[in-house]
DNA sequence: TAGATTGTTAATCGATTAACAATC
DNA sequence: TAGATTGTTAATCGATTAACAATC
């Protein structure tokens, strides 16, 4: 019944994809259109599945609402999931302006920033000073927050948030957190995976094509 | 010689370790150092590093500067890559401005938006209509953009970017691009990300803990 | 029935960790 | 020498793929 590590992941693109089919007309799916979908193997998407307790028909494949239904109750989509952010610079910014989480029935309720000139709203979402993150995680029982804090001050805002109550940070700053063991941190760092892209097209260049 | 896949995306954080201790004055490590500080064991960083024939002294750790300039070699770090961007929205125009890049060596030569509004001149980086991709990638030789386009055109932007010329995508939108194999995709899925960490404070909530 | 598809078990592959030998 | 540290080999762990049995 419980899938690994990946499989999680997997299951939100499955997610996605369920979504386009249906909203192309089509009540059924097959391992292999979903696998084609999704860019994994049609065995993978059989597999997954099964790790999770989600069953099709042997020959009619497998019924888009029904899967979908069940894997918004695995990923717990039932509820939208209030978030922080805390650093309101450019990409920080963009992602207070980013439609895609909604989606997800993810939002993000306010931002905190060091720079009074950058407190205030943007669009719906209030921006608060540094000094209110304790009383607002407190008060509306926020466990999840996204950092986009610069480098220097990353760690130091990531301890303030565990005390806060923080559970889970997604992290944007190239810094490698030194958090307790229980906090869950996701780890973003756009420089570097832009840097294993050029690696990976010069060694696909150096090798004979 | 050649390490595998994971071990070259850590090398990218030794190396960023790495510049911070140069920085704080230090010469040497050792790997229980380097390894706290990138957030894996030591074993690990030593199994990395001689994997891609990166030798330290049986009791003395590692030089940083030679460290450097090997993984500076195997990264091909000797000159700039210079890389494009289409689609100047709320994320793309966000990278635009992001600083990061610059110590990974890797440069936004210019930047391609459909919307004529958003053409002209982003602080020092020309944002061109979406015609002239081929003809500047052509031109100049890139072979590695960012993708920061709605989903809807995700596809067809990839196609177009694929015929110009280009081997490696960094795909910030939500679709699974399918492209020739050859083409190197990174797949950045930010509501994704998030999704999958509300998914793991969940079950750490749920859990006994 | 034959063919297509699911679902599971076994085999393989790859990455990490453990154990330890080498040596400064 | 003893202790600390590297570097390598073997063991383990986890994920994916292959093979195939079940069945609609």
């Known amino acids: 019944m419980i899938g690994y ?32 979908a999704a860019g994994v193997s049609a065995v993978q998407v059989r597999k997954d599945f099964s790790s999770f307790g989600l069953v099709g028909r042997r020959k009619g494949g497998y019924i888009i609402s029904e899967l979908l239904d069940k894997i918004n109750q695995i990923l717990k ?25 909604e989606k997800e029935s993810i939002k993000i309720v306010a931002a905190f920033d060091a720079d009074p000139a950058k407190t205030g709203k943007r669009g719906d979402i209030p921006v608060y000073p540094m000094e209110k993150i304790f009383s607002f995680v407190r008060e509306n029982g926020i466990r999840v927050a996204i950092l986009t804090v610069p480098e220097s001050v990353a760690q130091d805002v990531g301890e303030r948030l565990v005390s806060a109550g923080i559970r889970g940070i997604l992290n944007f700053s190239p810094v490698t957190l030194r958090l307790p063991e229980r906090i869950i941190i996701s780890h973003i760092n756009l420089a570097v995976e832009l840097e294993h892209l050029v690696y990976y097209v010069h060694a696909g260049t150096t090798k004979a094509l």
């Open 77 to 101: 989509k039932d509820k939208i999931e209030k978030v922080i952010l805390v650093g309101a610079g450019n990409l920080g910014s963009a992602l207070l302006k980013y439609r895609g989480f």
């Open 5 to 36: 590590r990946n499989s999680i992941l997997r299951l939100s693109h499955y997610r996605r994809c369920l979504r386009q089919f249906q909203e192309l007309g089509y009540t059924r799916v097959f391992s292999e259109n979903l696998g084609q």
